[in-house]
T-cell receptor
Framework: RKEVEQDPGPFNVPEGATVAFNCTYSNSASQSFFWYRQDCRKEPKLLMSVYSSGNEDGRFTAQLNRASQYISLLIRDSKLSDSATYLC???????????FGKGTKLSVKP | GAVVSQHPSWVICKSGTSVKIECRSLDFQATTMFWYRQFPKQSLMLMATSNEGSKATYEQGVEKDKFLINHASLTLSTLTVTSAHPEDSSFYICSASLIRDTQYFGPGTRLTVL
């Protein structure tokens, strides 16, 4: 089983749509969780951290379910500029290393 | 704040040559730096973790003699791809960490080996 697994995608949605990404992780001892965004041929950029209580940042909502080892990201009112690959990332390695999922590509169309 | 630079941003070299990539934390001192590699349509794969002044810790399957890492100061780490071959062509990204689980990524270096 891969350490971090994500929806395969791609997701092609119209502007204004709501889209949800899911992710599962295998290591129950993982301590920190993130969603990163990566644009084509660019480095990943932190979108938001994910907390057990759930957290929201504008149109973006992240949820963590430790019991199910499941993380989600909800994007409301999609914009063209949201088109990117979204990476589910899990931390907690002995040296603070991060483990990246393969990413889910989102294309928002006009 | 928390800016990480990489140089060069892209490089094309002949098979058999060595290529050095620099990673610098510009406005903070990084206790740990990480080197990743990303092949097209694949996830970032951690290659090695380096702490200033000590030997890098390589991930399984990454040849330490081929990918030389030097972390001479708290703001600079270098990755040298020795005797590069076409299969080493990839997007190499470094990150720098000040506190645990928080990494700031460099813009990446695209290596093409002919």
């Amino acid at each position: 089983r891969k350490e971090v697994e994500q929806d395969p995608g791609p997701f092609n949605v119209p502007e204004g749509a709501t889209v949800a990404f899911n992710c599962t992780y295998s290591n129950s001892a993982s301590q920190s969780f993130f969603w990163y965004r990566q644009d084509c041929r660019k480095e990943p950029k932190l979108l938001m951290s994910v907390y057990s209580s759930g957290n929201e940042d504008g149109r973006f909502t992240a949820q963590l379910n430790r019991a199910s080892q499941y993380i989600s990201l909800l994007i409301r009112d999609s914009k063209l500029s949201d088109s990117a690959t979204y990476l589910c990332v899990v931390g907690g390695g002995s040296q603070g290393n991060l483990i990246f999922g393969k990413g889910t590509k989102l294309s928002v169309k006009p | 704040g928390a800016v990480v630079s990489q140089h060069p941003s892209w490089v094309i070299c002949k098979s058999g040559t060595s290529v050095k990539i620099e990673c610098r934390s510009l406005d903070f001192q990084a206790t740990t730096m990480f080197w990743y590699r990303q092949f097209p349509k694949q996830s970032l794969m951690l290659m090695a973790t380096s702490n200033e002044g000590s030997k890098a810790t390589y991930e399984q399957g990454v040849e330490k003699d081929k990918f030389l890492i030097n972390h001479a100061s708290l703001t600079l780490s270098t990755l040298t791809v020795t005797s590069a071959h076409p299969e080493d062509s990839s997007f190499y990204i470094c990150s720098a960490s000040l506190i645990r689980d928080t990494q700031y990524f460099g813009p990446g270096t695209r290596l093409t080996v002919l």
